[in-house]
């Protein structure tokens, strides 16, 4: 008996590993686009080290210093880090199946759906907090889960740590917090909120934050401000059945062993304790939905139902074959979104592909955040367009003499997109650091820029032609598929009038909100 579960064991690591293996090799070997608008924004405050920026915690930060100490500007390294956390909630997810009594079918299963699942593929395919929030929320469910069983009372201390760092990654893990807490108070482990170790716990996780809120309180809250404004632009753009349209575009077929994962937690007579994880994600859920979230925000409570719905299918088929063959199918039709989180396709193909007899059931892809259907997603009209954008930014560069190189400033019209691309791509043509009052790069604006000529990137040259005497269109960003498709790039030279003294003035202006009164 001891023999077998030695063996039964090693099988379960060895298929862990395997998929790892794979989830790994997927986000580094599959084809790409270009960068991402946020990746350029996020890789670029590793330039700026804080403990906070405008709407962000500062751990993705912290990591894209990291990157750029090894890796330097690495396409490759920017990718690594969120494929890695992918394959760490890879083993994690396996632990939970664990501590859930699943078996090595149940594994199969949950590590099947977690590869293929449209959600999963695209949080970590790109570098951004939304990859790193998955891994800290898995990692709390698992930790509680093992708490639940164990009655480990210790486990608060690590409980606590994690949260403190899922906060310092991005802030909507308040709403994961408001689930377990709620539905420890009306389960049976209520008791475990008397302990002292979770008072050590909350202390240990407050001291992790505490310099972001002493840095949010230094800089009059910015992270109010993104809020109103992310409402304003996006959210209120939304509405109920957005939610639930979206979900389905993050879990496709998966989303039935996805039910199958709450059936299994709120109706499991033999593991009461299951209940209480389905409650505190039930009602995520319904926080969200009441407040208009996205359906990405409740991404990282996927593991926690894909595991439970492995062990759900592991324990109601019979024979095995049965389990084999209806995951092999659903295989089959998640493979029919793949084009849309994984880059297979060109962008021509990709439109053709979802213009077929999927393209109903593939719409919730390209809805972007105005709540129009487009040709492609709003992701991936954002991963293109961008070098073409540098490349005429460096043609502009060029046409300067030296000395006029040595005073140019870069102004991207309100735009951190802009910014991302002069920063990212413009490197290898020496382009100096770009300037926007849009997101974090208003704190990482200079106090003040040198007279001479300005490169500028707008749509129309508005008031450049007010300010400078010579306004020359350099060319146009003509990429169908790029989101921003129709800019312009603009070589203004010759002032009108005292730049500095204007810029001195804007900057200042633009900062006032973010600046605490004495």
């Not at 994690?92 to 449209?118: D, H």
Request: glycine letters at 6%; a positive charge.
């Amino acid at each position: 008996m001891k023999n077998e579960n030695l063996n039964t064991e090693k099988i379960f690591n060895l298929v862990t590993i395997v998929f790892i293996t794979l989830k790994i090799s997927i986000h580094l070997f599959a084809g790409h686009y270009e960068l991402h608008r946020d990746e350029m924004l996020y890789f670029n405050m590793g330039s700026h080290p804080a403990w906070g920026y405008l709407t962000v915690p500062p751990v993705t930060g912290w990591l894209a210093a990291v990157i750029k100490e090894v890796f330097g500007y690495s396409f490759f390294g920017i990718r690594l880090l969120p494929a890695l956390a992918g394959a760490v909630s890879f083993y994690l997810t396996a632990r939970i199946v664990k501590l859930m009594n699943g078996g090595i079918t149940a594994l199969i299963i949950a590590l099947t759906t977690s590869l293929l699942l449209p959600g999963s593929l695209l949080l970590f395919s790109i570098f951004t907090p939304n990859a790193f929030e998955y891994l800290f929320w898995t990692l709390a469910i698992c930790l509680m889960l093992k708490l639940m069983i164990t009655e480990n009372e210790k486990l608060w201390i690590w409980i606590g740590i994690t949260l403190g760092f899922s906060f310092m990654t991005k802030y909507s893990v308040l709403f994961l917090i408001a689930g377990f807490f709620f539905a420890f108070l009306v389960s049976k482990h209520w008791k475990l909120l008397l302990s002292w170790w979770l008072l050590a716990g909350i202390l240990a996780g407050a001291l992790i934050i505490l310099p972001n809120i002493i840095w949010q309180y230094n800089h009059n809250w910015p992270v109010q401000f993104h809020f109103e404004e992310l409402k304003k632009t996006q959210l209120d753009n939304l509405n109920y059945s957005h939610f639930f349209s979206d979900f389905f575009s993050l879990t496709s077929v998966w989303i039935l062993l996805i039910i199958a994962g709450f059936i299994f937690l709120l109706a499991n007579k033999k593991q009461p304790h299951l209940q209480l994880p389905g409650i505190a994600v039930l009602l995520v859920y319904l926080l969200f939905i009441g407040t208009k979230g996205k359906a990405y925000y409740v991404s990282g409570t996927l593991p926690l139902l894909i595991a439970a719905g492995g062990c759900f299918a592991e324990k109601i088929s019979r024979p095995k074959t049965v389990t084999i063959v209806v995951t092999t199918l659903l295989t089959i039709f998640s493979l029919i979104s793949l084009p849309f989180v994984i880059p297979v396709f060109t962008f021509e193909k990709l439109e053709k592909y979802a213009n077929n007899s999927f393209g109903q059931i593939l719409a919730p892809f390209m809805r972007w955040e105005g709540g129009k259907v487009h040709p492609v997603s709003q992701v991936y009209a954002d991963m293109t367009g961008w070098q073409e954008m540098a490349d005429l930014a460096g043609k502009a560069f060029h046409q300067l003499t030296e000395e006029e190189k040595k005073r140019c400033t870069i102004f991207c019209e309100r735009n951190y997109g802009y910014a991302g691309a002069i920063h990212f791509y413009g490197k290898k043509y020496n382009l100096p650091q770009p300037i926007t009052y849009h997101e974090s790069y208003i704190f990482w604006a200079p106090d003040s820029i040198p007279w001479g000529p300005a490169i500028y990137i707008n749509y129309e040259p508005g008031g450049m032609k007010e300010i400078f005497v010579e306004v020359t269109e350099i060319g146009t960003v003509n990429d169908p598929y790029f989101r921003e498709k129709g800019v312009k790039v603009f070589l203004c030279r010759n002032p009108r009038v005292d730049v500095p003294d204007i810029y001195k003035a804007d900057i200042n202006k633009e900062r006032e909100r973010f600046t605490r009164e004495n």
